[in-house]
Structures are given as structure tokens and as C-alpha cells.
């Protein structure tokens, strides 16, 4: 089994940042594409970014230029840099991970969720 853990994620005032950090842990051959999700109250989860295992990203158009997506394939372990938080990011934000584990077969993994909350 494997397990996501999150970290980071708290009260802001709109304008400001916060770090989010995942670290995995468990049965990991190798893990492929990480990334980030987020869900506000009463809507769906929906993709904020993601990494590929070469660096390689990918973000929702609302957040690029606001949001960095980072890894360390070393540590396993991915990060959220947010900037210039406004009210409308708050939400609930998922870890998510494609891991091969030692079965060699690739599964889907993620974390508990953090809460980010964005106000004055």
C-alpha cells in the first residue's frame, strides 16, 4: 500500500502564499505523473497541476502564473507553491499520485486533503 501525505495548508489573507507538500510513502517501485487537485464547497474535484517523473507540468489555466508545481523524485515528494491568493482558491487540495508499486502495475493513489482557506 502506499500513503500520500499533505501538508501545508492553513488561513490566508487574499494576496498572500502558502506551501503545500505531499510526501509518499509505502510500496513505491517508482512513481510517475504527481499532482495537485483541489475541491470548494459543493463543486467537483478539478485539476490544479501536475508533474511529470521529468519535470515536466502542467497547470489549470486559472492558476498558471500564480501556482508552482515542484518534485523531488528522490524524496518522493511533491510541493504547491501558491502566490497572489485570491477568495475563490479556497478549497479543499488533494495530493494525487500514479505509483508503480512492486507488482509493477501502475495504481492511483491519494492523499486526505488539505484545507486552504482564502480571507479577509
Known amino acids: 500500500q502506499v500513503q500520500l501525505v499533505e501538508s501545508g495548508g492553513g488561513l490566508v489573507q487574499p494576496g498572500g502564499s502558502l506551501r503545500l507538500s505531499c510526501a509518499a510513502s509505502?510500496?513505491?517501485?517508482?512513481?510517475?505523473?504527481m499532482g495537485w487537485y483541489r475541491q470548494p464547497p459543493g463543486k467537483r474535484r478539478d485539476l490544479v497541476a501536475s508533474?511529470?517523473?521529468?519535470?515536466?507540468?502542467t497547470y489549470a489555466p486559472s492558476m498558471k502564473g500564480r501556482f508552482t508545481i515542484s518534485r523531488d523524485n528522490g524524496k518522493n515528494t511533491t510541493s504547491l507553491q501558491m502566490n497572489n491568493l485570491k477568495t475563490e482558491d479556497t478549497a479543499v487540495y488533494y495530493c494525487?499520485?500514479?505509483?508503480?508499486?512492486?507488482?509493477?502495475?501502475?495504481?492511483?493513489?491519494w492523499g486526505q486533503g488539505t484545507q486552504v482557506t482564502v480571507s479577509s
Open positions: 508533474i511529470t517523473s521529468d519535470g515536466g507540468t
Open positions: 509505502g510500496n513505491i517501485f517508482r512513481i510517475n505523473a
Open positions: 494525487n499520485a500514479f505509483v508503480v508499486t512492486s507488482s509493477l502495475f501502475e495504481y492511483d493513489f
